[in-house]
């Protein structure tokens, strides 16, 4: 074998282990990531495919280290829409918080497998028949313009055709039975919802497929390097989920970016289309010599230069609505907090507006109260415990959360006693492992 197809072997089987790791870590312990953890799976796997790419550098091969960065970089700006369909799929399903890890990530191997059966068609397609980067092309302008100027509100409210057939031929329950797949009611046993949503989001994630895969075919046909692309775009999508969180919704110019994107490749795959032309009633079947030739460079540039304008005249935006309103708050994942239905304040996503992060916890004279970036105060049992403690932990330095443990977990204990029903955690301890 040669050092290329061992480095395929090694690196897919690496990968593999990570996948199946990252799986068990969801499963045996299901819950709503914190900012620090959801960052850190990020990088991690930012500078995994960073050290994929060095070591295909260091190999000497750098064609394919170029083609895989900028690969990459395409699929992960283009996956990023692929968010705003999920957060659609789990709101419209009432899919429990703690359970969102478990159905991303589940969602998102169906949706792994699925794009590496679509990569082997589509590499024998272009291999075989030039002339289909004509069609390919074509609909990556489409999809572009339909992106900058269409009206895609719906994506991802309604069930697509798998789901559709799935719940005529299956019995299904509204009713969560935590992350198991079945329920017994009465003796019948049911399908949870827990199923259709992990087939929602596969499914759906092959959709975006259909737009994604052709575009990679712009920088490379190399069947490992399209799915390693590919991959590696996937394998961070659930940490960016709760990373970026509402904050997607403000950057209201990110679509255009993606559709420039679109655009530019659509007009790339026509262009090499041209160059290899086979077609007998386009200038005779021969190559048409006078099409520029867009190296891969270019596509690196396009690609950071879009995604970067977008996000930049986003925030621009947000800074001058938030001059206008009077709200200067800009924050990435579970950043304020608001009433829920319980009475409780729960910090949630950047779409709240009560209390503002960073947060802290001070002794008043009628007990610790939590108060925020702007001053504003409430009780510190007003606040769910156990995302009180997350905040804490990431908000304030270690030796102002040892000053008020003790305290904190006296009075929610004492909380907790006189109102049973409400949940049980420490409040601003960091662990197990935390002094007592």
Not at 26 to 34: L, M
Not at 238 to 259: N, P, S, T
Request: glycine share 8%.
């Amino acid at each position: 074998m040669t050092p290329y197809q061992i480095f395929e072997i090694v690196s897919l089987s690496v990968l593999v282990l990570i996948l199946v790791a990252d799986l068990l870590i969801v499963v045996k312990r299901p819950h709503v990531p914190s900012m620090k953890e959801a960052t850190g799976w990020v990088v991690l796997y930012v500078s995994l495919a960073l050290v994929f790419a060095g070591a295909l550098l260091l190999m000497g091969d750098a064609q394919h280290a170029g083609e895989f960065v900028t690969g990459w970089l395409l699929e992960y700006s283009l996956s990023i829409d692929n968010l705003f369909v999920f957060i659609i799929i789990l709101s419209r399903f009432s899919v429990p918080r703690e359970m969102q890890q478990r159905v991303l990530m589940i969602g998102i191997l169906i949706a792994i497998v699925l794009r590496g059966i679509f990569i082997l068609v589509g590499v024998q397609l272009v291999e075989q028949l030039s002339w289909v980067f004509y069609i390919f092309g074509a609909y990556l302008v489409y999809v572009a313009y339909k992106q900058a100027f269409g009206n895609d509100d719906e994506a991802g409210e309604k069930d697509n055709l798998v789901t559709r057939l799935l719940k005529r031929r299956v019995n299904f329950t509204d009713t969560w039975n935590g992350g198991k797949a079945t329920l017994v009611e009465d003796g019948v046993k049911f399908m949870t919802p827990f199923v259709l949503v992990i087939v929602a989001l596969g499914t759906t994630d092959l959709l975006f497929a259909i737009d994604s895969i052709p575009a990679i075919f712009s920088v490379t046909t190399d069947p490992f390097l399209v799915f390693a692309c590919n991959i590696f775009a996937l394998m961070g999508l659930r940490q960016l989920y709760f990373l970026l969180g509402g904050l997607l919704d403000r950057l209201v110019y990110l679509h255009y970016g993606i559709a420039a994107i679109l655009g530019f490749i659509g007009i790339k795959l026509v262009f090499h289309a041209m160059e290899e032309n086979e077609l007998p009633f386009i200038n005779g079947g021969e190559h048409i010599a006078w099409v520029p030739h867009i190296e891969t460079w270019h596509s690196l540039l396009v690609i950071l230069a879009s995604m970067v304008v977008s996000v930049v005249a986003s925030l621009i935006k947000l800074r001058i609505d938030a001059r206008r309103t009077g709200d200067g708050s800009l924050h990435l994942g579970p950043v304020e907090a608001e009433r829920g239905a319980d009475g409780h304040f729960h910090i949630v996503d950047a779409t709240g507006s009560s209390f503002a992060r960073p947060l802290t916890i001070e002794p008043r004279t009628q007990g610790l109260m939590v108060v925020d970036a702007e001053g504003k105060q409430a009780p510190i049992t007003d606040f769910d415990r156990e995302v009180l403690r997350e905040a804490a932990v990431e908000d304030m330095p270690e030796p102002a959360r040892d000053a008020i443990r003790d305290e904190a977990r006296a009075e929610f204990d004492a909380h907790e006693r006189a109102n049973p029903t409400d949940a049980a955690a420490d409040a601003v301890d960091d662990g197990p492992d935390a002094r007592r």
